[in-house]
């Protein structure tokens, strides 16, 4: 299983001090089926706890996801920042996820070399 972040998620991962080892769990749970919500069409939120801290008041995050085979972090925000995503950025992330999760090796090597993404190691 490939996991790989965005530009932007790397950003947010960065200045909220979560590490790649935090992330990696994230999908390892949902490949084991804890998923904290399927949003549909690949779309799935995954809560990861703050440091010294519970899932509950930590982060969410947005993934795409296709079990077994690629994971790609695209969105991420503080629950106490916000509750949720609308309605809007949701239609935009299934559309996303339709694109990226049927991408080939190819294009996802394209993006890793001009870094609009990177893979997640699992290493902090």
């Known amino acids: 299983m490939r996991v790989f ?9 960065r200045r909220a001090s ?3 080892g935090a992330l ?6 949902a490949e084991c089926g804890l ?19 519970g899932k509950s008041g930590g982060f969410r995050t947005i993934v795409l ?3 077994g085979e ?3 972090f695209v969105h991420g925000f503080a629950k106490s920042e916000r509750d949720n995503i609308g309605e809007d950025e949701l239609r935009a992330f299934k559309m996303l996820a ?11 090597a394209a993006a890793l070399s001009r870094r609009a993404l990177t893979e997640v190691t699992g290493d902090d």
């Not at 339709?98 to 996802?108: G, N, P, R, S, W």
């Open 24 to 29: 990696r769990k994230a999908i390892e749970d």
């Open 35 to 53: 998923v904290d919500a399927d949003l549909g069409g690949g779309v799935i939120k995954q809560r990861i706890a703050r440091a010294g801290g």
């Open 98 to 108: 339709a694109e990226m999760l049927t991408c080939d090796d190819v294009a996802i």
């Open 5 to 13: 972040k965005n530009k932007a998620f790397v950003r947010f991962s």
């Open 18 to 20: 979560i590490g790649d």
């Open 70 to 72: 690629r994971a790609f």
């Open 65 to 67: 996801f296709r079990s």
